[in-house]
Nanobody, 117 residues
Framework: QVQLVESGGGLVQPGGSLRLSCVASGNIHDISHMHMGWYRQTPGKERELVAL???????NYADSVKGRFTISRDNAKNSVYLQMNSLKPEDTAVYYC?????????WGQGTQVEVSS
């Protein structure tokens, strides 16, 4: 079993920045073989993909965050990050870390991000 723990959420003013972190632990050597991603969800809406880091290195972003958010990973530290710049009120959501192996998928507990003046 693999556990994912997010951190770094909080309250920030519009235009500000936050950096989310996700650390994987448990029955895992490292995350190099895993696809790692960040999703977000607001009340009453489905969880949506924000950014994806594939194990082969390709990165994908939702159109709404392109140019503002950057996903990165440090396989040696079993960590994935989401740098969020130029934050907007519509970025307010619970952000979840996601990890996918060949046959299994893991989710973190989520971290709240609120963008408000």
């Amino acid at each position: 079993q693999v556990q994912l723990v997010e951190s770094g959420g909080g309250l920030v003013q519009p235009g500000g920045s936050l950096r989310l972190s996700c650390v994987a632990s448990g029955n895992i050597h490292d995350i190099s073989h895993m696809h790692m991603g960040w999703y977000r969800q607001t009340p009453g809406k489905e969880r949506e993909l924000v950014a994806l880091s594939l194990s082969a290195g390709k990165l994908n972003y939702a159109d709404s965050v392109k140019g503002r958010f950057t996903i990165s990973r440090d396989n040696a530290k079993n960590s994935v990050y989401l740098q969020m710049n130029s934050l907007k009120p519509e970025d307010t959501a619970v952000y979840y870390c996601n990890g996918v192996e060949i046959t299994r998928e893991y989710w973190g507990q989520g971290t709240q991000v609120e963008v408000s003046s």
